[in-house]
């Protein structure tokens, strides 16, 4: 009878566990990612409704109204994330200068945008970046014109972490007029017809969620298909399991 192993049986099993490990652990650990990724996306999209429905609440317009009437909106909604957002209290910090802050953005396709967000794209850049107590970043566009959706806010979910990448954590968001939050690239009656996002355009259509653009519009409607859970490229497949 054969009692045991032999050293060249164990050293086999050894080898197979490593190449089992070698394949497996990074396919886990990718799809953990993806999953906080996702957690990340779907409770900054809640807290950003839950602050626009507030704030419609206790003043009867919406957040786009006030901006458009009083030329201004920062401060207000400063004020509103502790109360709608999930923070139980606040702890603000602004940088006067984007490339005084140790974050650099990406594209899809890997590009590297830079430092100095304001110099490589026009998404959000009429802002500083603002920090709440969770380490979310958050940067305004221009103010909404008269009955028109907006302000855009660009929100990087889990702030300085990285990868600092649009449509994996940094997405475009969108206030309405009616009171609510939408993704870049929903479809809204009170959108600006125009497809530039200098001020308050509006973009929809898989080529704004683009894996080759080198612009960051072509990124900028990537939360519509991150809230779909879509692949803008098969959208019978998953966003965040098959697209990113």
Not at 22 to 31: E, R, S, Y
Not at 40 to 62: Q, R
Not at 109 to 133: P, R, W
Request: glycine share 8%; charged share 20%; net charge neutral.
């Amino acid at each position: 009878m054969k009692n045991g192993f032999t050293l060249s049986e164990v050293l086999i099993t050894l080898v197979i566990i490593g190449i089992v490990a070698a394949i497996t652990v990074p396919v886990i650990a990718a799809n953990y990612q993806k999953e906080a990724l996702k957690s990340a996306f779907i409770k900054t999209y809640s807290e950003l409704n839950n602050i626009a429905k507030k704030f419609y609440s206790d003043n009867g317009v919406s957040f786009s109204e006030y901006c458009s009437v009083y030329g201004t909106c920062l401060n207000v909604f400063l004020q509103y994330i502790n109360r709608g957002g999930a923070a139980s209290k606040m702890n603000w910090s602004t940088q006067e200068e984007d490339y005084d802050l140790d974050y650099s953005l990406k594209l899809l396709s890997g590009k590297q945008l830079g430092k100095h967000v304001a110099e490589s794209s026009t998404i959000c850049d009429d802002s500083n970046f603002y920090s709440d107590i969770s380490g979310k970043l958050y940067r305004f566009n221009n103010l909404p014109g008269t009955n028109k959706n907006g302000p855009l806010v660009c929100v990087d979910t889990n702030g300085l972490k990285g990868p600092n990448k649009y449509g994996h954590d940094y997405f475009v968001f969108v206030f309405t007029i009616d009171g609510a939050v939408i993704p870049m690239g929903m479809e809204h009656p009170n959108n600006e017809t125009t497809t530039s996002l200098v001020y308050n355009g509006f973009v929809k259509g898989k080529q704004y969620c683009s894996k080759t653009a080198s612009q960051a519009v072509n990124n900028a409607a990537c939360a519509y298909y991150a809230l779909a859970d879509k692949n803008p490229d098969d959208e019978s497949k998953s966003y965040w399991k098959d697209f990113i």
